[in-house]
């Protein structure tokens, strides 16, 4: 809500820039996307490496 109420400032105030950055929040949002993909990869295979260390000593630990 309230990046809504700046995004209402700024056109008021400048709205040259407000459309501006209406138009082309879009097209940088989809540039960014497959580094956020990549990320999200990345993580995964992290929490993979993580879980496979950790798996002999979940296995020495036995049943509780």
């Known amino acids: 809500m309230l990046t809504f109420i700046l995004w209402l400032l700024l056109l008021v105030f400048c709205w040259p820039l407000a459309l501006l950055a209406l138009i082309l929040y879009p097209l940088i949002w989809l540039i960014l996307l497959p580094f956020r993909l990549v990320g ?11 879980a496979l260390i950790m ?10």
């Open 40 to 50: 999200i990869a990345v993580e995964g295979v992290f929490a993979f490496l993580h």
């Open 55 to 64: 798996l002999p000593a979940r296995v020495l630990r036995g049943k509780p």
